[in-house]
Every structure is written in structure tokens, then in C-alpha cells.
């Protein structure tokens, strides 16, 4: 129970970085969806080597590819923190390369796919590995911030254990339904 109330001590002083952090992330996926047929080429680009990342996962096994998607999320959300030493900036960068290359993904199927269809290609695991992406850059944000407050071991700390008690699980959650369940939804 301690830790719950310590957990949601948390969450509440990362509001302003999550609030930063979701504008972000909304507002390069607009920056990606818009941009996508104005530079046909960085689109393309985009998509080719995201399906050359692609291809050989989805080669492997369920199991695989399940582990293989929890790591690399994992790592990211992990890197957000361990790098927003670097006062903040690293996470950032995250949030909008994952933003934008979901802003361009949505244009880019926006022929192929119905609105509804990609959302449900995305929403199931989306719900949790969002939040995850963001919180985790708020994280690394406030982990930056503590370097100019001199508090710094204090808030890598509480950043760290956060990250394994809660975020870790909720990427594994998410790592789960992206594989087994919405995989379903599709077809």
C-alpha cells in the first residue's frame, strides 16, 4: 500500500511533464501525417525501413516476437530515462521520432486502411504502450530538470524504481496484446 500512495506521489509531480510530453507526442504526429505527402521521399523512406525492421520479426515465432517488441520498447522507455540526464532533450527527440513515424505510418495507409481499421491496428496495445512512451520521457524529463535543482541521485532513483515497478509491467502488457491479441482484431 505504501508504495501505491508513493506510485501516485509520482505520477502527480510528473503532471506538468506528462502534459508537455503528450503535447509533443500529439503534435508530431500531426507534424508526420501532414508532412507525409508534402516529402513523398522521406515518406517512402520511412516505410522501407520500417518494413526492412519489420520483415524478419515478423518471421519469428509468437514467443519472438513477443520478446523482441518488449525489449525494444522496454530499452527506449529506459533509454528516455537513463538520457534525460542529458538535461531532458534525449526523451523528447523519442517522443517525437514515435510520434511522427505513427503520424506518417496513418497517412501513409490512409488510402489502404479505414480511419477505424488502423485504429484498431493501433488502439488495443496503443493504450498502454502510449502512456508508457510518454511517462517514461517524463521521466527522463524530470530526471534532466533535477540536474539544475541539485537533486538529481534523488530523482534517478525514484525514476528508476518507477520505471521496474510500474512502466516495465505495463510494456510487458502491451507487448502481450500487440502480439496475441491484435494481430485478431485484423483479420
Same mark, same amino acid.
Given at each position: 500500500?505504501?508504495?501505491?500512495k508513493?506510485?501516485?506521489?509520482?505520477i502527480?509531480?510528473?503532471?506538468y511533464?506528462?502534459?508537455?510530453s503528450?503535447?509533443?507526442?500529439? +503534435?508530431?504526429?500531426?507534424?508526420?501525417?501532414f508532412? $507525409?505527402?508534402?516529402?513523398?521521399?522521406?515518406?517512402?523512406?520511412?516505410?522501407?525501413? @520500417?518494413?526492412?525492421?519489420?520483415?524478419?520479426?515478423?518471421?519469428?515465432?509468437?514467443?519472438?516476437?513477443?520478446?523482441?517488441?518488449?525489449?525494444?520498447?522496454?530499452?527506449?522507455?529506459?533509454?528516455?530515462? #537513463?538520457?534525460?540526464?542529458?538535461?531532458?532533450?534525449?526523451?523528447?527527440?523519442?517522443?517525437?521520432?514515435?510520434?511522427?513515424?505513427l503520424?506518417? =505510418? $496513418?497517412?501513409? @495507409?490512409?488510402?489502404? #486502411?479505414?480511419?477505424?481499421?488502423? #485504429? @484498431?491496428g493501433?488502439?488495443?496495445? +496503443?493504450?498502454?504502450?502510449?502512456?508508457?512512451?510518454?511517462?517514461?520521457?517524463?521521466c +527522463?524529463?524530470?530526471v +534532466?530538470?533535477?540536474l539544475?535543482?541539485?537533486?538529481?541521485?534523488?530523482?534517478?532513483?525514484?525514476? @528508476?524504481?518507477?520505471f521496474?515497478?510500474? #512502466?516495465?509491467?505495463?510494456v510487458f502488457?502491451?507487448? =502481450?496484446?500487440?502480439i496475441?491479441?491484435?494481430?485478431?482484431?485484423?483479420?
Amino acid at each position: 500500500m505504501r508504495f501505491i500512495k508513493k506510485a501516485k506521489r509520482y505520477i502527480f509531480s510528473l503532471r506538468y511533464y506528462i502534459l508537455f510530453s503528450s503535447v509533443v507526442f500529439l +503534435g508530431s504526429i500531426l507534424i508526420g501525417y501532414f508532412n $507525409a505527402p508534402n516529402d513523398q521521399g522521406l515518406t517512402d523512406e520511412t516505410l522501407e525501413t @520500417l518494413s526492412e525492421m519489420i520483415k524478419p520479426i515478423l518471421d519469428m515465432s509468437p514467443a519472438g516476437q513477443f520478446l523482441v517488441v518488449f525489449l525494444k520498447n522496454a530499452f527506449a522507455g529506459l533509454l528516455a530515462i #537513463l538520457l534525460g540526464a542529458a538535461f531532458g532533450i534525449f526523451p523528447i527527440i523519442i517522443l517525437f521520432l514515435n510520434g511522427s513515424l505513427l503520424g506518417i =505510418l $496513418a497517412s501513409a @495507409l490512409k488510402e489502404t #486502411l479505414s480511419f477505424s481499421d488502423f #485504429l @484498431l491496428g493501433i488502439l488495443p496495445h +496503443g493504450i498502454l504502450e502510449i502512456p508508457f512512451l510518454i511517462i517514461a520521457a517524463s521521466c +527522463g524529463m524530470k530526471v +534532466g530538470r533535477s540536474l539544475t535543482k541539485g537533486d538529481f541521485k534523488k530523482e534517478f532513483t525514484s525514476a @528508476l524504481v518507477f520505471f521496474l515497478k510500474i #512502466l516495465l509491467p505495463i510494456v510487458f502488457l502491451a507487448a =502481450l496484446i500487440e502480439i496475441f491479441i491484435t494481430p485478431k482484431f485484423l483479420s
